[in-house]
T-cell receptor, first 114, second 115 residues
Framework: DSGVTQTPKHLITATGQRVTLRCSPRSGDLSVYWYQQSLDQGLQFLIQYYNGEERAKGNILERFSAQQFPDLHSELNLSSLELGDSALYFC?????????????FGSGTRLTVV | AQSVSQHNHHVILSEAASLELGCNYSYGGTVNLFWYVQYPGQHLQLLLKYFSGDPLVKGIKGFEAEFIKSKFSFNLRKPSVQWSDTAEYFCAAAGSGAGSYQLTFGKGTKLSVIP
């Protein structure tokens, strides 16, 4: 157990639907990062939050959004889902706002869009 | 643009063989480098990291990596692999300057160790 908790572990949904993925960072960590892992694209950075504020944005689609709450947990919202959104979504956390020391990863949420 | 490339998609070795996985990065400025491992069905775990100083860094489970600045490389090595090393290995980089907030990952190298 890494200390980063992601729920749910698996999610199957239909095209056009909306889902929410949840992440609780390791105790004491203020930054949360979201990554999408697919076979063809590898690990793609989506977005980072630090202490409740958006800090950096990567290859995140407009259909996707995220937020970090006062208790530091984060949610990634994926809407108007397409087949190509099927992937493993990882959350990671770190104590600092910059990725200087690496991250601690959660076990991921496997999203299947049918 | 910042990028990390890993040379091999899939490496198959017999137990006790030596391992070297290639990683090259393209970054402006000073860079911090990492290797992560992902065992089947598990989360990514940090194997080792390089920030500065001795270019040969040692990590967990007998792994080491060498930073060669002139070659923009950070190859992962292990003298003798075990079946339990079967996993996917990811090289990652982060700039150490202002605005460098996230890790950029390579596409990973899958290692299969045959008993």
């Amino acid at each position: 157990d890494s200390g980063v908790t992601q729920t749910p572990k698996h999610l199957i949904t239909a095209t056009g639907q909306r889902v929410t993925l949840r992440c609780s960072p390791r105790s004491g960590d203020l930054s949360v990062y979201w990554y999408q892992q697919s076979l063809d694209q590898g690990l793609q950075f989506l977005i980072q939050y630090y202490n409740g504020e958006e800090r950096a944005k990567g290859n995140i689609l407009e259909r996707f959004s995220a937020q970090q709450f006062p208790d530091l947990h984060s949610e990634l919202n994926l809407s108007s889902l397409e087949l190509g959104d099927s992937a493993l979504y990882f959350c990671a956390s770190s104590v600092d706002s910059a990725a200087l020391y690496g991250y601690t990863f959660g076990s991921g949420t496997r999203l299947t869009v049918v | 643009a910042q990028s990390v490339s890993q040379h091999n998609h899939h490496v198959i070795l017999s137990e006790a063989a030596s391992l070297e996985l290639g990683c090259n990065y393209s970054y402006g400025g000073t860079v911090n480098l990492f290797w992560y491992v992902q065992y089947p069905g598990q989360h990514l775990q940090l194997l080792l990291k390089y920030f500065s100083g001795d270019p040969l860094v040692k990590g967990i489970k007998g792994f080491e990596a060498e930073f060669i600045k002139s070659k923009f490389s950070f190859n992962l090595r292990k003298p003798s692999v075990q079946w339990s090393d079967t996993a996917e290995y990811f090289c990652a980089a982060a700039g150490s300057g202002a605005g460098s907030y996230q890790l950029t990952f390579g596409k990973g190298t899958k290692l299969s160790v045959i008993p």
